[in-house]
């Protein structure tokens, strides 16, 4: 899933995944800068991955790797508002591919993810690596859901 049709403002809620005014958070102007940032650039690949052209199988590699650029400033600038409020870093999962299986470990430490329910669709978390990922879906669930950016308990 893609956050392309998320607008300007990645923070949304993680129970009812709608945005976050980032002035709600009181963020500075270093932070909103941050995100801003990271967002142009992520952005930018999700839509080379949506695109479905010759960079969609690159532009995926760079969304599925916790360790390309977009997901480690991803991953900071989540560590960074952390610091304010708990929040969680969207991690890409292709759940539009028929052979979707939700992950049941964490992409980047391996541990179990844990089931959210809280919110309008199921959700994985890694609390200690503040991800989160669309899954928890039943081989028969054929949800077509839109993608958040950053989640914040709100």
């Known amino acids: 899933m893609s956050t392309a049709l998320l607008g300007e403002n990645p923070i949304h809620c993680l129970r009812c995944n709608l945005e976050v005014p980032p002035e709600r958070l ?19 690949i999700d839509w080379l991955e949506l695109d479905s052209g010759p960079y969609e199988n690159w532009a995926r590699s760079q969304l599925l790797d916790p360790g390309s650029p977009p997901n480690v400033e991803g991953l900071e600038v989540t560590k960074r508002l952390n610091a304010i409020r708990r929040c969680y870093f969207w991690f890409f999962q ?5 052979d979707y299986v939700s992950p049941t470990t964490c992409p980047i430490c391996g541990d179990a993810l844990v089931l959210f329910e ?5 959700q994985l978390l890694c609390e200690r690596d503040s991800l989160v990922l669309e899954g928890g879906y039943q081989a028969d669930d054929d949800d077509d859901l839109e993608e958040p950016g950053m989640s914040s308990t709100s």
């Open 26 to 44: 009181k963020l500075s102007v270093i932070e909103v800068d941050a995100i801003a940032h990271w967002y142009g650039m992520y952005g930018a």
């Open 94 to 98: 292709p759940v539009a591919d028929d």
């Open 118 to 122: 809280e919110g309008l669709f199921p």
